[in-house]
């Protein structure tokens, strides 16, 4: 099974510059995430989505957009690159049950702007 | 506002040994509560939950414990390997609104000596 899939896996961005953080997933899940990740530090919510046309600011989404037309796919934009937007990306999806979520994450993206 | 945080950031043990994780929470109306493992270059991978209507779960050499009366969560791993050796981190959730969108701690690393 393939689960979450991220593209891409590693990518040098220069400052001021745009890209797209694909994902999709295979499960099926209403609930989809990005989370980015820095160095010795935790999950931080990015954007999430409860369904197909749905999405929701999380804890820190400046500098970010998303988009959710389909059930599958969630990508991640990122308009104008700043250095502080260098960290590792994780996608993540999940069913919203009632009692709780688990949340099955992608393999990441590490990304770095200069 | 409201946080997950870890007591120890790194934990060194012997093969063999068993392991503790702590997780502290500060909000008294977190009801679900979920632990991951994430390897080095890997995204986080579900090990156990718990509901707040419990106070204790076991799974394969894994147990969690909550305390709902001090706002804690323990990771006890029976037997530790190497193949432990990774960064664990607690989740807590809300069931409010029906969301169950996930805040997570920074995480504690877990180093497991031969």
């Known amino acids: 099974n393939a689960g979450v899939t991220q593209t891409p896996k590693f990518r040098i961005l220069k400052i001021g510059q745009s890209m797209t953080l694909q994902c999709t997933q295979d499960?099926?899940?209403?609930?989809m995430y990005w989370y980015r990740q820095d160095p010795g530090m935790g999950l931080k919510l990015i954007y999430y989505?409860?369904?197909?046309?749905?999405?929701d600011k999380g804890e820190v989404p400046n500098g970010y957009n998303v988009s959710r037309s389909t059930t599958e796919d969630f990508p991640l934009r990122l308009e104008l690159a700043a250095p502080s937007q260098t960290s590792v990306y994780f996608c993540a999806s999940s069913y919203r049950t009632g009692k709780g979520n688990t949340i099955y994450f992608g393999e990441g993206s590490w990304l770095t702007v200069v | 506002g409201e946080s997950v945080g870890l007591h120890l950031p790194t934990l060194s043990v012997q093969e063999g040994d068993n392991s503790i994780i702590n997780c502290a929470y500060s909000n008294s109306a977190s009801d679900y509560f979920i632990w991951y493992k994430q390897e080095s270059g890997k995204g986080p991978q579900f090990i156990i939950d718990?509901?707040?209507?419990?106070d204790k779960r076991q799974g394969q050499r894994v147990t969690v414990l909550l305390n709902k009366t001090v706002k804690h969560l323990s990771l006890q791993i029976a037997a530790t390997q190497p193949g432990d050796s990774a960064v664990y981190f607690c989740?807590?959730?809300?069931?409010?609104?029906?969301?169950?969108?996930?805040?997570f701690g920074r995480g504690t690393s877990l180093i497991v000596h031969p």
């Open positions: 718990i509901r707040s209507n419990m």
């Open positions: 499960m099926n899940h209403n609930y």
């Open positions: 989505s409860v369904g197909a046309g749905i999405t």
């Open positions: 989740a807590e959730s809300t069931s409010s609104g029906g969301s169950y969108i996930p805040t």
